[in-house]
Every structure is written in C-alpha cells, then in structure tokens.
C-alpha cells in the first residue's frame, strides 16, 4: 500500500512549480509524481505504458555544459527515460514552436549522454486523444486498484497465459465477480510488466474487442 | 598420490571442422559451392585466388598449416571468411558461396548502409517526427516560377520524398541535382521558422531566390566604412543587450523610458571600466556619434519590447494593465476537453449577504448573533455545467475537513437544506446528479481542478483525491482564474442571480450603493432561510435549460448522455472507502500505555489532543511498540478507526469519556483545543467539553464575530444532529443502502455501547473487560465505521421509529442512530446527555 504523501502545503507549493502543477499517483512504481502542464503529463502517461521502459526521471536537473572554455550550454529535457536495455532517451515537450530554441541545447546534452533525443509536440502527443483517454483510464484503475483488498492480478494473468490471445471483454467476462476496473488494472499491470502484451493500436485502443497475447 | 588422467579430448583437424559445417548445409564438394561470375582485378583478384585455392585445400583434407599458407591468413581469419560463404545470400535460399571472398562486395554494402544510416541520423536531428512528411510542409505558390526554377524546385521536392522513405544520400543528391551538402543545407532551411509566422519555411527554401536569411555584418569597422549592421555587430560581440534588459526589467528604471533616457543607460554601459562590456576608444560606437540613436531605438521597440511585453506594460501602464495582458496571455496549459462527468472544479465564494443566526438563549426565548461574511463551497462540473454539490460554512474561510465533506456530498449526493420557508422546494425536474441518477452515485472523477486556496493546498485534500478518487488534480497558476472558468462562472451567476439579490446583500464591493448604510434596509438573513434558498437555487439552476447542455437542462442532458452510454470516465470508489472515515487524511499514532500500579492507563493513542482506546482491539499485551493508522471522521470525531500499517483492519477507537458523551466535529475540536488554550475555558475535566465550549462563545460573541460564527457552528451542528423534526426529515429522504447498512450494524452499536462502559480514563475496567462481549473482532467487515455509537439520549428517541442514519453527507457521521437505546434502558447510564442540562443557565452570567 502507499502511504500517504504529506506534499508540504503553501511552503512547498511554489518551490517546484512557479506556475500550475498537476500531482497523481505512479501506480505502478507505487510513488507520487508532479509535473509541470496537463501536455508534459499526457507525454509520460505514454510513455509509461511502454513496455520495454524501466524508469521515468520527470524534469532532471539542469546541466550545464562548457564548450571549450568559452561557450555554456544549458538544457533541461522534460523527460528522462531508461530503457530496460540500459539506453537512455531524453524526452523534450514542446508546448509553442517558439520553444524550439531547447532543442539544440538538449541535442548536445543527448550527444554528451549518448542518448537519443526525442521532441514532440502538441500535435505529436495528441494525436490520438481516444489512446491518451485510456491509457489514463488504466492508470487510475491500477492506482485504485492499490487499495483493493482482492485483486484478481493473479486469476487474469493465469487466465491469459492459459487462453494465450483473447479480448479485453473475454477477460472480463471470465472474471465476472470482480468489477471490470480491477480486471483492466490487472491487464494494465501484465503489460508493465511483460506477463502479456495489449495491443492498443487495433480498433478503439482499449474497449471489449482489444486483443491481449501473452508473452512467450 | 595419483594423477588423474587429464579429461581433455584432442581437437579437431581444421579441414574436419569446416568441412562439417559445409556438410550440415548439404555442401560435399567443391563443386557444389556457387562461383562468383563477375571479373575482379589486381589485389583483389589475387586475394581471391589464394582464398579459392585455401578452400580447395580443406576439400582436400590438407593440414592446418598448408591451408593457412594458401590464404596467406590466420586460422580464426579464414574460418571467419569461411562462415561468410556459408552465409544465406537473400535470395532463393542460395548461399553466397565464393562472392564472400570477394573484398569490394562488402566494402561496398558496408558504405551503402553507412549511408542510409547517416541519412536517418540527419533527418532524426533535423526534422520532428510530424514533419517527416512533405504534404504537411508549408505549401508555396511555384506557378510564378521561371521554368528552370520550377525544374529545380520540383527536384528538390522529389528528393524529399525519396529521403522521408529511406533513400541514401547519393540517391537523395541524384534526385535534387545539388550535391548531399547543399541539399543538406536547404533541408536545414526548410526546417526553420519563417519569420513573422510560427510555421515552418517550408516548400519555399527549395524556390531559388524567394527565401534569404537575413544579412549579417562582419567586418569590422573601419575609417570611411558605412554603419550599416555595425549596431548588431556590437550586440552580438558584446553583452550589451543582456544588461539593458536587465536594466529595463528591473526596478530601478523609471517607469516611462524616452529615446533620451534609453541613451543615456546605453552611454553608460558602454563606457563602464568594469565588467565584461569593455568597449574599446577607438571603436563603434565611439567613432560614430550619433549612427547609434536609430538602431538603439529599433531594437528596444522591435525586440525588447515584444520579448517582454508584460513587463513593459506594467512598467509604463500599470501593475493592474500587466496583470490584464497576463490574463490574455493563458497560463500556457491546454487541457483535453472534459468529457460528461469527468472533470470537476472547485471553488469558494464569500457570500456578500448579512447573516444572523437565531438559538435558544441561555436566559430563555432566543438570541440572535450577527455573523461575518460566511463562505460557500461549490463543486461544478466542466463538461455540461452541473453544480454536484454545496456547502455553507459557518466561518470566515473554509478549510481542507469541509473540502473533504463537500467532495463526499458530490459522490454521494447532496441532500435537501432544512425546509423553513413555506411554500420553497425544488422545481420539477431539479435536484443534484448524484441523488437522481444512481450511475452516477459513488463514481470518482478523472481530473480536479482547483485553485491556490490554503485548504486546497491541504494534504487531506490531496489524498482524498488521489488515493479515494484515484484521480489527478491540477493546481492552477495564481491568479488565472480563466482556467477554471467553469466553477468561476458558476460562482458569479450564483452572487449576481441570488446572493445580491436578497433585501440585506453587502454588495459587489465596497463600493456598490448597496453597501452603503442609508440605501440599505437594517435586518439580516437567518441562516437557515439562506441555506434554504441556495439549495434550491442550485437545484433548479440543474433543471432549467441552458446553452451549455445545448438549451436543455442539464440533468436532461445526463439522462441522454447515460442513455447513449457516453459518460466520460469516471470509475467507481471502492467499496470500503466510501466511508466517511477514509474521507480524511489519515495519521500514524503509537499505542501508548502505562502498567504503573498507581496511575494506570489501558493502552490508547492520541489524537487531536485526546485519548482513543477500545480495550477488545488494543489488547495490553500485545501493543507494545505498534503503531496504527488512523482515519478520522471530520463530521464525528467520536469514534477514529485504526488500520495497523500494513493496511490490515483493526478495528474502532472511541474517544475517552467526555468526548464520546455527544457527536461533535473536527472545526468544534478545534476550537474547544484553540480556547483552551488561549485559557478562555471555564471547565474542570469532569466537565461537558462541548458545555464549555458553548459558555465561552456565548460570552465573545457579541463583540467577536468570529466566535459568532464559531458559536453559530456549534449550535447548528447539535442542531441538525439532534432535532427530531431535522432527524424525522432526513429519516423520510434516507438513501436505501444506508438505511440498511445501519439497520445491519443496530446489534453492532449496542455491543460498542456495552464496550465503551468499559473503557475510563483511570482504567478500572481492566478485570472486568475480560468478560465483556466482544466488540469488533479482528478483520471484521469495516461497516462498523459509518455508524455512530455514542450520542446523547435524545428526548424523541422513543417515539423515532427509524432505525437508519440519514443520507446527508455532511451529517451522517454526526447523526446518532435514534433507537440505539430505550429510555429505560439509559436510566443509569453515565454517558447520558441531556441537551437542556448541558446548556443550562450558568450563574456566573
């Protein structure tokens, strides 16, 4: 269970964030997060249903790099994200074109780093706004479902390693004495954490006819 | 001693070791092993030679040593370039055969793919993902274009397409008819902003001529030289720009900047000994006296101006005119739009009307105290503009306990105000969601939106969110009230429609007329009445048509929008949270005790300043260094329930004797801890604290209309928990699942009753504890926590039939179950509480 977080009141509020923050629940580290702007947190909500992702440093501090003696760079990329293969990605969200000046400071940060840079945009985030909806939808199943005291993770992870591809609505109907919240927090937690794979991209991203495989 | 014989087999000749990997692809003999067709020469035909005649060698079984020779090359070499021969060729399931000794062949596809992958590389750092397609470029007008120009740009266009799907750079630079680094820098300028827009140059880079970046000066000045860019030049050598911004930006210019005083600052930036801007004698500006007045004035109107256009209207406007740009500027944040139901904001508003409050007085009859301007909690919905819920607090600011009560009202349902005046309900068709459509009940929000209000800013009211709603809440940036427009309206038409329509309004502002005491009549507003009338203003403001439902009501709205099945998401509570206790913010205590002989005291925790114990859950044997979690209810403080911190249920806590005796708040503890402190309290410990409490606040508040309200609160609340015509109301609108929860637990309470006897400050119960009924046992369901199971004795509680605890969020918890006991059943029981007796006249008064 997570305990509660003491956030520090009007002390701490403007510390982090001169301007607006948005707070929620890291169901799946079981940590808090707050980010800067509704458009930063629908990017790491993305990112966080990726699979082959291991952790998700929001807002790393500024570097500074001093080219030659002469010239400092610095930068500072929305995103740090590790991949499970140990790679890194810098993750840089745009909100106005006119913050494109970010880019070649994090493009030297990302050379420094051997790590790949990746920019996008409002329009690179909200393309599709129907996935960004239930992917945040899976999110606060798996964060309600960290009070639950019967999770059915166990049942559904043996069901679809036994059924091997099925739906989302044969999931849950095969599990019908648990509400359907706990069986997509269930399903969100397999593809976190490889048990299985949800294929977002078929269809409707995430109603009854999405297919789940599980993983060899 | 012995020796073992040493287990290592002997290896392989090389010839066997090869000649089985050929056999495993079906290959016997050199014969079989495909040719390579095309003519080599020179080194590289001899190479090929000793690497054939090496195969032909290990066909014919010969040693390591003379295969090796032929090759000229390393054993680990030639088994390297033998698996190459063995290597699928892509096509037909052929291998490559004698190819793979072929240098030039992988040289070559070695830099083929080099650069397809310097390709990918440089559109990856040059180019955003959602531009890697030509038709969203910014499109450009060729049909004015010479022949050979649109020849050109066409090219270009064409090796654009060729790069976005994956073409080599020689094949990109065949297409565009420009060499790879010129292409390379015209892509570049494709890429870059246009001026004056916020798009992308686009198509135009490739027309020649149309686009040109503009010109900058490099050379250096000279006797006799033009001035032209001289000015840039300097700005760009030296950080002068960096502090006349700095200087412009900050306090101590002064707030209207003329060409004069803009020179004057820039004259001593310049000549400065100190500090990096160390502009030599005999450079510009120096040597041109007046070239720099013109350009000076452009760059402070055409750049630093535009960069800092709030700043500068503040300096020369007005700190009010700053905050006004700031207002059209947004606070940088899109939102999704809100689906139905999704979406919540709250809000506060200072209701500007006189209040009075009317209460039995301690001298008989009534009093009435005037109260301060009192504030309103609304909860409104973003997507179709329903009001969910509402709360009137009896004082000046609401805290993070009614935020969290409000919030339980919106999931819950918001019940009905006391009905006082004749006549007033709802109209048809009106109400709250929550209470009309059962899908709606219990079902969390995706997203809150609230502003920077202390009590927003409260933990309790971020975990009620987080961890009860499972949802995310944004706090807005100060002073950007557009953001949540949706509640902020809502407040506004309320004040306009309602509030400053009632005859004793205070007004908009100090300065409405009506604030003025010769325009307004003299009297107040009950608080009951003014409860009564925005009840069912908000009410009806759901069942009237509106233009943001689309000219229907809102809660016709809902019913489509349910019907269609196009609710947004909201998910339901857990089923043990929706509690009121798990509507808090819970704390971590340790079990206390004391074994010694003279002052005994049974294990207990402490909170808010008072002992919590319950002698069947915290066993003394078993506490010692335990700590629990506890969630409190902010409507009852009378009972807490404890969790160990593993989150396994333990069980109810009940307040020691005092405080258990009558049902009282968090807002009534804190102020009997706060006057106590203060040393305002007239009590001994055996004494009533809610009695107290009431005798202080009686005396204050005529002169204080904080302790008004404070008063005004306590007596409201005893009221609405204790009045049987309140009880028989709330009884008649109870929801159907509360009642039945309650009528479950009805054996429960009278075992908690029995227990709580048990439990006394001095701990004389310890023996006799042994043989009372059990309490709550261990894991039980936790449908103990919504019940309350010490009140007073109410004078009614014989002829209140119901059984059930009212469906009113925010007076549930505090409300006693009526028939927890007979009358003759209580005769002997300390705990009584007598109303009449407990606010009798004190004679000090």
């Known amino acids: ?216 | 001693m012995t020796t073992e014989p040493s287990s290592a087999r002997p290896s392989k000749p090389f010839s066997t070791t090869i000649l089985e990997r050929f056999e495993e692809q079906g290959i016997t003999g050199f014969e079989q092993v495909p040719d390579h067709q095309e003519e080599l020469e020179g080194k590289d035909q001899e190479r090929f030679e000793r690497l054939k005649d090496s195969l032909l060698a290990v066909f014919a079984r010969k040693s390591e040593k003379a295969i090796c020779d032929a090759a000229n090359l390393s054993r680990r070499q030639l088994e390297r370039l033998f698996n190459n021969v063995l290597e699928d060729a892509g096509s037909d399931g052929q291998i490559r055969g004698l190819s793979a000794f072929v240098n030039r062949s992988a040289k070559k596809t070695q830099a083929v793919e080099g650069e397809a992958r310097a390709a990918r590389t440089f559109i990856a750092e040059i180019c955003p993902q959602h531009l890697r397609d030509v038709a969203v470029w910014t499109p450009y007008d060729c049909s004015g274009l010479s022949p050979a120009k649109k020849t050109r740009f066409d090219a270009l266009v064409a090796a654009t397409e060729t790069l976005f799907a994956g073409g080599t750079p020689e094949q990109v630079a065949n297409k565009a008819g420009v060499s790879w680094g010129q292409y390379k820098r015209l892509f570049k300028s494709a890429m870059k902003i246009e001026r004056g827009t916020r798009q992308i140059r686009g198509l135009k880079a490739f027309a020649s001529h149309e686009s040109q970046e503009k010109r900058v000066r490099t050379a250096p000045d000279r006797p006799g030289s033009s001035s032209m860019g001289l000015f840039g030049k300097l700005l760009r050598d030296y950080p002068i720009a960096q502090k006349m911004t700095e200087w412009l930006k900050s306090q101590k210019r002064p707030n209207k900047i003329k060409p004069k005083t803009l020179r004057s600052k820039f004259k001593e930036i310049i000549h400065s000994e100190t500090g990096s801007v160390k502009v030599p004698a005999d450079a510009y500006p120096h040597t041109k006296k007046y070239a720099v007045r013109r350009p000076l004035q452009v760059w402070y109107e055409q750049e630093f101006i535009p960069m800092n256009s709030r700043r500068y209207v503040q300096m020369e406007m007005g700190e009010s005119a700053g905050k006004v740009l700031g207002f059209a500027e947004g606070d940088g944040q899109t939102y999704l739009l809100p689906e139905a139901y999704d979406t919540w904001q709250i809000d506060e508003y200072t209701a500007d009307v006189f209040l009075r409050f009317v209460m039995p007085s301690i001298f008989g009859g009534w009093d009435e105290i005037d109260l301060p301007r009192l504030a309103v909690i609304v909860v409104r919905e973003c997507a179709l503009g329903a009001v969910l819920a509402w709360r009137l607090v009896l004082s000046k600011q609401a805290s993070a306990e009614d935020i969290s009560l409000v919030m339980r009202d919106a999931v819950m349902g918001q019940a009905k105000a006391r009905r006082v005046i004749e006549g007033l309900d709802y109209n048809e068709g009106a109400g709250y969601p929550a209470v009309i459509f059962d899908l709606l009940r219990w079902k969390a929000p995706r997203l809150v939106m609230l502003d920077n209000a202390l009590s927003h800013l409260a933990d309790t009211v971020h975990n009620i969110v987080l961890r009860v709603f499972s949802a995310k809440f944004d706090l807005g940036q100060s002073a950007t009230p557009k953001t949540r427009a949706a509640v902020e309206s809502e407040v506004m038409q309320m004040a306009l429609s309602f509030v400053q329509q009632l005859p004793f309004t205070s007004g908009r502002d100090p300065k409405d007329p009506v604030r003025s005491s010769s325009q307004r009549p003299t009297g107040k507003v009950d608080v009951p009445r003014f409860q009564h009338g925005l009840d069912c203003y908000l009410a009806n403001r759901n069942g009237v048509a509106r233009e943001a439902p689309g000219q229907i009501s809102v809660l016709e709205r809902t019913r489509r929008v349910i019907e269609s099945n196009q609710l947004g998401a909201v998910i339901p509570i857990l089923g043990h949270k929706r509690k009121p206790h798990f509507f808090s913010m819970p704390v971590e205590r340790p079990v206390k005790y004391n074994m010694d002989a003279r002052k005994p005291r049974s294990p207990h925790i402490n909170f808010d300043s008072v002992r919590y114990s319950n002698l069947k859950v915290l066993d003394k044997n078993n506490v010692k260094g335990l700590w629990l979690r506890i969630y409190p209810n902010y409507d009852n403080l009378q009972t807490v329930e404890a969790y160990r911190l593993d989150n396994t249920y333990l069980g109810t806590l009940v307040a020691e004797k005092k405080w258990a005796m009558s049902p009282h708040d968090s807002r009534t503890r804190k102020l009997y801890l706060h006057y106590k402190a203060l040393g305002e309290l007239e009590d001994n410990a055996a004494d009533p604290p809610l009695r107290a409490l009431y005798l202080c606040l009686s005396k204050k508040a005529h002169n204080d209309k904080a302790a008004a309200a404070a008063l005004a609160h306590v007596v409201y609340y005893l009221e609405r928990t204790l009045d049987p015509a309140r009880r028989r109301q709330l009884e008649a609108e109870v929801i159907t699942e509360r009642i039945d929860e309650a009528a479950a637990n009805a054996d429960s309470i009278d075992a908690l009753l029995a227990a709580a006897e048990t439990f006394d400050d001095d701990d004389e119960g310890d023996e006799s504890d042994q043989d009372a009924p059990p309490i709550v046992a261990e894991g039980a369901p936790p449908s103990l926590r919504n019940v309350v199971p010490f009140g007073p004795k109410p004078p009614y509680a014989a002829s209140a039939a119901p059984q059930a605890e009212p469906s009113h969020a925010s007076t549930t918890a505090g409300r006693v179950p009526p028939s927890v006991k007979t009358e003759d059943e209580d005769d002997d029981d300390d705990f009584d509480f007598d109303m009449q007796a407990t606010f009798r006249i004190p004679t000090s008064i």
């Open chain 1, 1 to 216: 269970m997570l305990p509660p977080k003491k956030w520090g009141g009007r002390a701490k509020r403007f510390t982090d964030y001169k301007l607006g923050v948005r707070r929620s629940v890291d169901p799946f580290a079981e940590s808090h997060e707050q980010i800067r702007s509704p458009l930063e947190d629908e990017h790491w909500t993305v990112q966080r249903f990726r699979p082959d992702v291991s952790a998700i440093f929001i807002y790393p501090p500024v570097m500074q790099i001093v080219m030659a003696g002469k010239r400092t760079i610095r930068a500072q990329p929305s995103l740090l994200v590790t991949r499970k293969d140990g790679n890194q990605e810098l993750h840089l969200v745009l909100r106005y074109p006119e913050h494109e000046s970010r880019i070649s400071g994090c493009q030297t940060l990302s050379r420094h780093l051997r790590a790949a840079l990746v920019v996008v945009t409002v329009q690179d985030v909200r393309r599709n706004k129907q996935l960004l909806r239930d992917l945040d939808y899976l999110q606060r199943c798996a964060t309600r479902q960290l009070d639950d005291l019967e999770r059915p993770d166990a049942a559904v992870l043996a069901h679809v390693a036994e059924r091997g591809v099925l739906t989302v609505g044969d999931a849950r109907r095969a599990h019908s004495k648990f509400d359907k919240e706990s069986i997509d927090a269930a399903l969100a937690v397999g593809h976190l954490e490889g048990a299985l794979t949800i294929h977002f991209n078929e269809g409707q991203f995430y109603d009854d006819r999405t297919v789940i495989c599980a993983t060899k």
